[in-house]
């Protein structure tokens, strides 16, 4: 098992930066890769950015290329998804999730998730 658990949502301002964190435990050498997925009010749950854990592979959804970075620190553990110029539309809860052998965006393959952080983002 793993555990995921995610950290650093909070209410900005439009053109802000806000930074995630999701910090890995438990069978963590069994993670292949990590993603980031959000859900606004009303929405279907959404693909955002992930990252292969060996060899740092990123994969982006198209709408947050250039915004959104998603990035990994091996030592603690953590995935990051750094967030700069956020929008009204990026208000969701953001999820953390984790795989076992798949790097992508199709959130029914991952195995692990975590329990979610709000960001609320003012206009």
């Known amino acids: 098992q793993v555990q995921l658990v995610e950290s650093g949502g909070g209410l900005v301002q439009a053109g802000d930066s806000l930074r995630l964190s999701c910090a890995a435990s438990?069978?963590?050498?069994?993670?292949?890769?990590m993603g980031w997925f959000r859900q606004a009010p009303g929405k279907e749950r959404e693909f955002v950015a992930a990252?292969?854990?060996?060899?740092?592979?990123?994969y982006y959804a198209d709408s947050v290329k250039g915004r959104l970075t998603i990035s990994r620190d091996d030592a603690k553990n953590t995935v990051y998804l750094q967030m700069n110029s956020l929008k009204p539309e990026d208000t969701a809860v953001y999820y953390c999730?984790?795989?076992?052998?798949?790097?992508?965006?199709?959130?029914?393959?991952?195995?692990?998730w975590g329990q979610g952080t709000q960001v609320t983002v003012s206009s």
């Open positions: 990252i292969r854990w060996s060899g740092g592979r990123l």
């Open positions: 999730a984790a795989s076992r052998s798949y790097l992508g965006g199709s959130g029914s393959q991952y195995d692990y």
């Open positions: 438990g069978r963590t050498f069994s993670m292949y890769a």
